[in-house]
């Protein structure tokens, strides 16, 4: 994923999440909630020049969890909500990679 071109190319993107993530979580969805966040805060670190490092922090700690999320996938298989997965994953968001200069 690009930010930058999400943003170039809907330029309400970061609204539009905002209030996706407020009517989940006002409907006490915080859970289906939580992966919007993380996309609004990448999209905004990517917007604002000077929240780029926290939006390289947030993925580092992401990155933790990524060896287990396909474990994990596998033991939860009767849960039809749960669909997370790191398959086929290119990388990091553009821009938003924990050490850019690895």
Known sequence: ???GIV???HPQALEKLEQE???LELGDSHAEALPLRVW???LLAIKVPTLRQYG???WRQLERG???VDKEQ???LSDSRNEASTTN???FPKGLTPDPLD
Request: proline share 8%.
């Open 1 to 3: 994923m690009e930010p």
């Open 7 to 9: 943003l170039a190319s």
């Open 21 to 23: 993530i407020n009517a």
């Open 40 to 42: 609004y805060y990448s």
């Open 56 to 58: 390289r922090d947030l």
């Open 66 to 68: 990524f060896k287990y």
């Open 74 to 76: 596998l033991n939860n």
């Open 89 to 91: 994953i290119p990388g």
